[in-house]
């Protein structure tokens, strides 16, 4: 199976702060890689798809990068409703798998 | 609105069974691929099972392959999760996913654009 790699594994930050999150798969995944958000008690939201497509009402201040190994989601303006946690997943396998999540606090 | 709503969770001894369904609508069914993801408590998110919109080809996690069985019903717009041997590390939320994908301009990329609630599966004696 693919591994997914994310760091940081928690994160504190303020509103307004400007924010990324690294996930690193196994192997070369080209663009295979989608980012979701979670909030408790709820199922997972989908953010970004194949690496940089921005879902559907997803606000633009969400936005995803990368390719191959190395991905990013970046968050350039921290609202209260984005403390989260956020997971990256990869398609490029049958056997789908998940980073294991990166936690976004308040500070 | 795409709505996909999941039943059948509920407390069971280890090595029994459960069947988990959802309820699709909304949308058309018969179109699309489903999946089963899986959160354990206070854990990530790992993908259980995922079968075609036809029914014709699934694929399953090593974790539950040989104890698990995916079908769908396109008639009646549901998806089913048969859980055979369950065990203590099975206990967790269960959640039905939409399959959808992306032309990238040259693959399909898979994504997850809808999920359900979720449905809660204890094993515990």
């Known amino acids: 199976d693919i591994q997914m790699t994310q760091s940081p594994s928690s994160l504190s930050a303020s509103v307004g702060d400007r924010v990324t999150i690294t996930c690193r798969p196994s192997q070369s995944i080209s663009s295979h890689l989608n980012w979701y958000q979670q909030k408790p008690g709820k199922a997972p939201k989908l953010l970004i798809y194949a690496a940089s497509s921005l879902q559907g009402g997803v606000p633009s201040r969400f936005s995803g990068s990368g390719s191959g190994t190395e991905f990013t989601l970046t968050i350039s303006s921290l609202q209260p409703e984005d403390f989260a946690t956020y997971y990256c997943?990869?398609?490029?396998?049958?056997?789908?798998?998940f980073g294991q999540g990166t936690k976004l606090e308040i500070k | 609105e795409v709505q996909l709503v999941e039943s059948g969770g509920g407390l069971v001894q280890p090595g029994g069974s459960l069947r988990l369904s959802c309820a699709a609508s909304g949308f058309s069914f018969s179109s699309y691929s489903m999946n089963w993801v899986r959160q354990a408590p206070g854990k990530g998110l790992e993908w259980v099972s995922y079968i075609s919109s036809s029914g014709s080809t699934i694929y399953y996690a090593d974790s539950v392959k040989g104890r698990f069985t995916i079908s769908r019903d396109n008639a009646k717009n549901s998806l089913y999760l048969q859980m055979n041997s369950l065990r203590g590390e099975d206990t967790a939320v269960y959640y039905c996913a939409r399959g959808d994908d992306f032309w990238s301009g040259y693959s399909y990329v898979d994504y997850f654009a809808y999920w359900g609630q979720g449905t809660l599966v204890t094993v515990s004696s």
């Open positions: 997943q990869q398609s490029y396998s049958t056997s789908c798998t």
